[in-house]
């Protein structure tokens, strides 16, 4: 079995010259103190300061489609330097108004069972322990927004639900009907339906040790129920909380250490068409800053469930681009996630509502993934939100994007063709005494020198770099 070994020598560091579009840290903090943020101090696990995420969809994961067919990949995911395991729903499926043979994991019939077809309650319990005793962590995704139609709440507390026109609904955003018409929409201003939900979650911190949950469609649930969750889970245990959501910043006020970022995949997206550049992420990376508390960070991702199931979501793969974008996801600020299948070179979209598989007999992918997560997990520049160094944003041409991370003497410089084409370009960084993640070599350049890049070309520069043996 290869064994990493991390480059602990950490040379001289030779004067940097980096024109930056960041913010300096005086402006940070002024910043910060202009926003009406007052980011409650949440009890954080410290594991999360170099996680990288891994989401799985167990159905779909082997040909089995069980927790004990997945446990088999433990050992390989461990490898990878993978932290934390996100399972997608593992609950009971409503029958009623069902989609498809299996029917939509995000119908939920029971809160606080397993889906017999994915194994027993004591073998999800067996996974987790196995996972945790592997030095990594376990999140549920949490489907807080909706029922089956056919949970037993629909007879049994019908004032938990929103009724339009007189009768239980499906879900609305903006005043605007979706297509999710086979599960019924929860409706928070009943107390007690707070209360029982709440108890839900605590139920699998205490049976079954989940270290957190990631909730789906957080922004559709009102902010002080967020706020009232938080300190009820914390008095189980200790936990993680990721916003399946983005553009809310009280939900780092209220609950959450991360919440996705979806606006950066469709970015991602955009520039694989060539719809835009690295000037598109500056002005990102600017806004970004200018909307969210200091101290934050968003989780990172060039696929999950939603754009792998939903016909009218993009196509994830990103052709010639997808290796850039994924160089881009695990290395600017925040908390990568790598979807399953994708170190196998994943070509399709995993079905939602019947039985799909990966095909597990091309892993060529896997060499590539674990260079970057294991460089994420163990230089300090690449850690999360106020553990890693903040992004310094060089100016280059329009369609490079480059940057630099420093935190305790740990350096990463990324420098990426958002492009396909031949881009020549003087990089403002003076790149000295790193090493190329991907080649081993060393590598040096003079700030203001002349730089040529191939079509969506990537270099990850890093002090200390790492070693796989």
Same mark, same amino acid.
């Given at each position: ?21 960041a ?19 949440m ?19 082997t040909?089995? +489609? ?60 067996e ?72 108890e ?14 990631r ?45 996705h ?12 068409? +060539?719809?835009?550049? +690295? ?21 990172n ?79 300090k ?38 492009s396909g ?10 790149l000295?005494?790193l ?19 191939e ?15």
């Amino acid at each position: 079995m290869n064994k990493l070994r991390v480059i602990t020598q950490i040379k001289i560091l030779l004067p940097i010259t980096i024109l930056l579009s960041a913010c300096t840290n005086d402006e940070s903090e002024m910043r910060s103190a202009d926003k009406v943020f007052h980011v409650q101090k949440m009890n954080t696990p410290l594991w999360e300061r170099n996680a990288t995420i891994y989401e799985v969809d167990v159905r779909n994961y082997t040909k089995e +489609g069980t927790f004990k067919a997945f446990s088999l990949h433990l050992p390989r995911l461990q490898k990878m330097g993978i932290t934390t395991i996100c399972f997608n729903p593992i609950f009971p499926i409503g029958f009623a108004k069902r989609r498809g043979a299996l029917g939509n994991p995000y119908s939920i019939a029971d809160f606080t069972k397993v889906n017999p077809e994915l194994g027993s309650f004591e073998d999800f319990r067996e996974l987790t322990l196995e996972i945790q005793d592997m030095g990594m962590h376990v999140l549920l995704d949490w489907v807080g927004n909706q029922t089956s139609w056919d949970h037993h709440w629909v007879e049994s507390q019908p004032q938990w639900y929103v009724h339009r026109n007189d009768t239980i609904s499906h879900p609305y955003f903006d005043n605007k009907p979706t297509h999710w018409t086979d599960v019924a929409e929860l409706n928070y201003e009943s107390e007690s339906l707070r209360s029982t939900m709440i108890e839900s979650m605590k139920f699998w911190l205490r049976s079954a040790d989940v270290d957190g949950f990631r909730c789906h469609a957080a922004q559709h649930i009102p902010d002080d129920f967020w706020t009232e969750a938080r300190p009820a889970l914390e008095r189980v245990k200790q936990v993680f909380m990721v916003a399946d959501a983005e553009g809310n910043p009280r939900h780092y006020e209220t609950c959450f250490q991360a919440t996705h970022a979806w606006s950066l995949y469709q970015l991602f997206h955009e520039i694989s068409r +060539g719809n835009a550049n +690295g000037n598109d992420l500056r002005d990102y990376v600017a806004r970004d800053r200018s909307s969210y508390p200091a101290g934050y960070f968003h989780i990172n991702f060039t696929a999950t469930h939603h754009v792998r199931h939903q016909k009218d979501m993009h196509d994830p793969h990103f052709g010639d681009a997808q290796e850039a974008m994924a160089v881009l996801a695990m290395t600017m600020e925040g908390m990568p996630s790598l979807y399953n299948g994708l170190e196998a070179e994943l070509q399709k979209k995993l079905p939602l509502y019947d039985k799909g598989e990966i095909k597990w007999d091309s892993e060529k992918k896997q060499g590539f993934y674990i260079k970057l997560i294991q460089l994420k997990k163990f230089n300090k520049a690449l850690f999360n939100g106020k553990y890693g160094g903040q992004m310094q944003i060089a100016e280059a041409a329009s369609e490079v994007f480059a940057f630099l991370r420093e935190k305790d003497g740990h350096r990463v410089a990324v420098i990426v063709n958002c492009s396909g084409n031949i881009i020549s370009t003087p990089i403002n960084l003076a790149l000295n005494s790193l090493s190329d993640l991907f080649t081993g070599k060393d590598y040096s350049r003079s700030s203001g020198e002349n730089l040529t890049m191939e079509p969506w070309q990537y270099l990850v520069l890093a002090n200390p770099s790492i070693t796989l043996q």
